[in-house]
């Protein structure tokens, strides 16, 4: 069964950083690509960026660009999301996701890590 | 970006009843759209991928059918456990984008 497991949420004040980390087991990680999704409290959902199996593609959506970065370690099976210059409007829970087999949909999610901004 | 809709945004029905949700995208995507459940306080359940494939494990009263712009979720007999809000999401082309979301719940 695949497991993501989310982790490194908590509270910041505007302009902070965090570090989201997420560790996947019961896959074989470096098949995948891998995403952050996110949900701001009450709202829809937003993909917010995308690596590629060895790490050498990465997509962003227009909301975080510059200021969030994802990257990944094969070794220890994980996936991260380094946030900067954080903003009220970036409140959400994030989630980790794993990419479908045959197409860019999610085929499993994390729990689920929330992240608050606000002063 | 692709700007995706759904319709209704809510829906109330009874157990045994037929649900139809629709979901459009603002341009063409072909077969590349997905469909997930999601209930309070847990993360999003892939239910249908490429418009019209069952996930495994997901129950075959759940059927997706559509290509291009218009897409529909159909439930062909609503159970208790399906009262959720259902999302579309674009898979065609990054920034890969999700529907509103339409809310079934309790008629």
Known sequence: ?119 | DIQMTQSPSSVSASVGDRVTLTCRASQGISSWLAWYQQKPGKAPKLLIYAASSLQGGVPSRFSGSGSGTDFTLTISSLQPEDFAIYYCQQANSFPFTFGPGTKVDIK
């Open chain 1, 1 to 119: 069964e695949v497991q993501l497991v989310e982790s490194g949420g908590g509270l910041v004040q505007p302009g902070g950083s965090l570090r989201l980390s997420c560790a996947a087991s019961g896959l074989t990680f470096t098949n995948y690509w891998m995403s952050w999704v996110r949900q701001a409290p009450g709202r829809g959902l937003e993909w917010v960026a995308n690596i590629k199996q060895d790490g050498s593609e990465k997509y962003y959506v227009d909301s975080v660009k510059g200021r969030f970065t994802i990257s990944r370690d094969n070794a220890k099976n994980s996936v991260y999301l380094q946030m900067n210059s954080l903003r009220a409007e970036d409140t959400a829970v994030y989630y980790c996701a794993r990419r479908g087999l045959t197409g860019d949909w999610v085929g499993s999610w994390g729990q689920g890590t929330l992240v608050t901004v606000s002063s």
